[in-house]
């Protein structure tokens, strides 16, 4: 039978009662001969539980000791999950990622895997057992307990589905699938069979939340056939692959859209070499990350210059501005914090043409105004006036025939 790595993330272990029934979801897969890996996230609010334990210790908290910390909730849950196994009456032995061993590099908070030792886990499946280890974390070279940062469970679970050549990695959350766009935003949103790692990588990192990007890069990277799942409801689920033939039928794959931007603009900016760097390096040196950028040149020999930001760093971001306009001798730095990005993704935008204009003209029809677009290959983002996001997220699902299972 198959070799599956399942990763159940924390409301799928948030109470014993949960926990146990994952361990009778768990218990019936292996009964059918499958050999299984389960990697667990700690139990919903116990990491920030811990979190606020160590605020009350130290205000700032070094990270090694952090990690120590942060590394128990999993253990919890590893720990309670092979009991309820064991109750059930299937053999389960469980591991922390020290003990597997997980090796990763010594960014304590965000560490990076390096490698994984995969022996003890080949011995325990090759007699039987259900293996459950502990997202989320590994260990360094000299021993310390190291975390893997946001969504480090998942990127626990597909890095242990790469070491153990798995057949699929299945996540287990609180949706059944990736949907065409968040179905509160749209009750037409439909679950997709399929999609790719590029565009799921292209959801996730504008704003879809259902997987880490993190965990898909590393997918994609070692070929790791990904699929999502709910923990409380039968279904296939999405499987997440490389493209084939048959998904290029399929223009727009999804949807998807980022509430948490911000829009700065510093205008009649002398346009000289260099100026770009001028105006974006006093922002990267205070580690605030840039999303979309526009520059246009005026006819005085002037340039406006536009970017986005996260909406927390907006402030922030703002009075940098306004040193760097002193300094360059800029007319002026306006800001918008009421502002949404918007996009379609698919991996049929590169065999057809049509599919900008299309999504711009059906905006346009809703008198929404564009305010920045961004492309690439496989994406179009535009940024709209936060109040237009549900108009403009169902106008284009209906344009693309989204809601419509099978697609022209």
Do not use: W
Not at 138 to 161: C, F, P, Q, W, Y
Not at 187 to 194: E, I, Q, S, V, Y
């Amino acid at each position: 039978m198959a070799l599956y790595v399942y990763k159940f993330g924390g409301t799928s272990v948030g109470s014993v009662e949960r926990i146990k029934a994952v361990a009778e979801k768990i218990k019936k897969a292996h009964d059918q001969g499958h050999q299984l890996v389960v990697v667990v996230s700690a139990m919903s609010g116990e990491t920030n539980r811990l979190t606020a334990l160590a605020k009350e210790m130290q205000a700032q908290p070094s990270e090694r000791e952090m990690d120590v910390l942060l590394s128990t909730g999993e253990q919890v849950t590893m720990s309670l999950l092979s009991m309820a196994l064991h109750a059930l009456g299937c053999d389960a032995c469980s591991y922390t990622g020290s003990q597997v061993k997980i090796l990763t590099d010594s960014s304590h908070t965000k560490a990076r895997i390096q490698d994984i030792d995969d022996h003890k886990i080949r011995q325990d499946l090759e007699q039987g057992r259900v293996v459950v280890v502990a997202g989320f974390q590994g260990v360094d070279e000299k021993g310390n307990i190291t975390t893997l940062g946001r969504g480090g469970s998942d990127t626990t679970a597909v890095a242990l589905a790469a070491a153990l050549k798995a057949d699929e990695c299945h996540i287990y959350t609180d949706v059944d699938g990736v949907y065409t766009t968040d179905p509160r935003i749209e009750p037409k949103a439909r679950r997709l069979d399929k999609i790719t790692f590029e565009e799921m990588l292209e959801m996730a990192s504008l704003g879809s939340k259902v997987l880490q990007i993190r965990s898909v890069e590393f997918a994609g990277k070692y070929n790791v056939a990904l699929r999502v799942l709910s923990s409380f409801k039968e279904g296939n689920g999405t499987l997440i692959t490389y493209e084939e033939s048959q998904m290029e039928k399929a223009l727009i794959s999804g949807i998807a859209f980022n509430r948490d931007e911000a829009k700065l603009t510093v205008t009649g900016v002398p346009d000289l070499p260099g100026v770009a760097s001028k105006i974006l390096g006093p922002i990267a040196e205070q580690n605030i990350e840039v999303d979309m950028i526009i520059q246009n040149i005026a006819d005085d020999d002037t340039t406006d210059f536009t970017f986005t930001v996260h909406r927390n760093d907006y402030q922030r971001a703002l009075e940098i501005l306004k040193k760097v306009c002193q300094e360059t001798g800029a007319r002026q730095v306006t800001g918008a914090d009421n502002i949404v990005k918007v996009s379609i993704v698919g991996v049929g935008m590169r065999s057809h043409a049509g599919i900008a204009s299309t999504m711009f003209k059906t905006l346009a029809d809703e008198g929404i105004n564009i305010q920045m677009i961004s492309t690439s290959e496989i994406k179009i983002s535009v940024v709209v006036d936060e109040k237009y996001l549900e108009l403009a997220v169902r106008s284009l699902h209906s344009v693309f025939g989204l809601d419509k299972k099978e697609q022209a």
